[in-house]
């Protein structure tokens, strides 16, 4: 079952502040965030473990809910290189990463 | 950090035709994951290659359709066969990296095939 992300796409001006969530209807063992640049491969961002642990970009912070099975990435004073559609990717403990169904940012000048 | 080289980057194909996708890491690594990605949409995973075994693959992918190879450590194929304009899409190959104790993946820059 693929995480559902909110919202779909977001427009922001630079400097602003933004949330992606993520909502998964299985148990999470860890919560992974991608950014992918049109006509890009994506990039690792972060990732959050059971326990509250997370490991990743200086800029960005998330946050992980395992009771509620959600995941919250928080982008602040945004800049225009956050542009792209963000990813959560979940690790169900089996190997298999599965991608939620992508937020697409765009930071305006 | 793996580093992936994918070929083709680009191809445009016939309709019936097959097509194969490399990917070389230059490392040693247990599993590699292809992905599909459609027009403005998600990553949706088609199978792990493990070397030595058979593909793994997801639901609604069978072997038939996308035989992978995985003859070694740092090599896999996956093939594209009977193409039908429904799988135009970009696959990506991947791979798990260690960061700072956990598993992440990085990705191949893709390869983004075109059905006509």
């Known amino acids: 079952q693929q995480p559902v992300q909110s919202p779909q796409a977001v427009i922001l001006r630079e400097g602003e502040d933004a949330v992606i969530n993520c909502s998964s209807s299985?148990?999470?063992?860890?919560v992974h965030w991608y950014r992918q640049k049109h006509g890009e491969a994506p990039v690792f961002l972060m990732i959050l473990l059971k326990g509250g642990e997370q490991k990743g970009h200086d800029k960005i912070s998330a946050s992980f809910n395992e009771k509620k099975q959600q995941s919250s990435l928080y982008l602040t004073a945004s800049q225009l290189s956050y542009s792209g559609t963000y990813f959560c990717?979940?690790?169900?403990?089996?190997?298999?990463?599965?991608f939620g169904t992508g937020t697409r940012l765009k930071v305006l000048a | 950090s793996a580093v992936i080289s994918q070929k083709p980057s680009r191809d445009i194909c016939q309709r019936g035709t097959s097509l194969t996708i490399q990917c070389q890491v230059d490392?040693?690594?247990?599993?590699m994951f292809w992905y599909r990605q459609q027009p403005g949409q998600s990553l949706t995973l088609i199978a792990t290659a493990n070397q030595g075994s058979e593909a793994t693959y997801e639901s609604g992918f069978v072997i038939d359709k996308f035989p992978i190879s995985r003859p070694n450590l740092t090599f896999s194929t996956l093939t594209v066969s009977n193409m039908s304009p429904e799988d135009s899409s970009i696959y990506l190959c991947s791979v798990e990296v260690r960061y700072s104790g956990a598993n992440v993946l990085t990705f191949g820059a893709g390869s983004r095939l075109t059905v006509l």
């Open positions: 299985k148990a999470l063992y860890s």
């Open positions: 990717g979940t690790g169900s403990g089996t190997y298999k990463y599965i």
């Open positions: 490392s040693q690594v247990t599993m």
